[in-house]
């Protein structure tokens, strides 16, 4: 079954300082690694996909990372509208490439 | 706004009764997918549609969950004889099959929030 554990649960920041978010995952064959960013009360947002161990992503102060075993969305010097939680979903294939989703990790950054 | 659209954003029923949320996909979209999310959960995979075509139910999906999407155009998801444990944020995503297969992106809705009483 494909598993995805996200860590920590729940990060605090000051505005500015740089951490790293971590999705570990298991499945028989990565078909694709997804980040979503979900505010409160709402749907969760598009990020980026990664496909192969080695690729990169970013957009603005987000970059994504990938190796066999986990992911990496990294948040250089973040703001307070960086606040949100973020997802990380896997797709296996060998199946109907549905994504399952981890639990997210709580982000507030403080100005 | 071409995003996906549910309705209602917010529904408060009691115990045993019947509710119904609508979804409206993009509308190049062919897949649609619904999930359900609790607090501080993920998002999880209920069913999904490839056009008219309901091609995966999850085992969470019991008898008294139905799901919809005639003419493969908006979708709809019933709940029949509701219970406290179906409160949850129930989520409509849509994406595009192309010709090179499904890169996986879902484009989400704002969400339809249960609570049952």
């Known amino acids: 079954e494909d598993q995805v554990t996200q860590s920590p649960e729940a990060l605090r920041l000051q505005e500015g300082e740089s951490s790293s978010l971590n999705c570990s995952y298991t499945?028989?064959?990565?078909?694709?690694l997804f980040w979503y960013r979900q505010d409160p009360g709402k749907g969760p947002e598009f990020l980026f996909t990664?496909?192969?161990a080695g690729e990169e992503k970013e957009k603005e102060r987000l970059k994504a990372t990938l190796t066999k075993k986990e992911s990496f969305l990294h948040i250089t010097a973040p703001k307070p509208e960086d606040s949100a939680t973020y997802l990380c979903?896997?797709?296996?294939?060998?199946?109907?490439?549905?994504?399952?989703f981890g639990r997210g990790t709580s982000l507030i950054v403080h100005p | 706004d071409t995003g996906v659209s549910q309705n209602p954003r917010h529904k408060i029923t009691k115990r045993g009764q019947n509710v119904t949320f609508r979804c409206d996909p993009i509308?190049?979209?062919?897949?649609l997918y619904w999930y359900r999310q609790t607090l501080g959960q993920g998002p999880e995979f209920l069913t999904y549609?490839?056009?008219?075509?309901?091609?995966?139910k999850s085992r969470l999906l019991s008898d008294r969950f139905s799901a919809e999407r005639p003419k493969g155009s908006f979708s709809t998801l019933e709940i029949q004889r509701t219970e406290q444990g179906d409160s949850a944020m129930y989520l409509c995503?849509?994406?595009?099959?192309?010709?090179?297969?499904?890169?996986?992106?879902?484009?989400f809705g704002e969400g339809s929030r249960l609570t049952v009483l």
């Open positions: 979903a896997v797709r296996a294939s060998g199946g109907s490439y549905i994504p399952t």
């Open positions: 499945v028989s064959g990565l078909r694709g």
């Open positions: 990664l496909y192969s």
């Open positions: 509308s190049e979209h062919n897949r």
């Open positions: 995503a849509s994406s595009l099959t192309s010709g090179r297969g499904n890169t996986g992106e879902l484009f």
């Open positions: 549609f490839q056009n008219e075509a309901q091609l995966e």
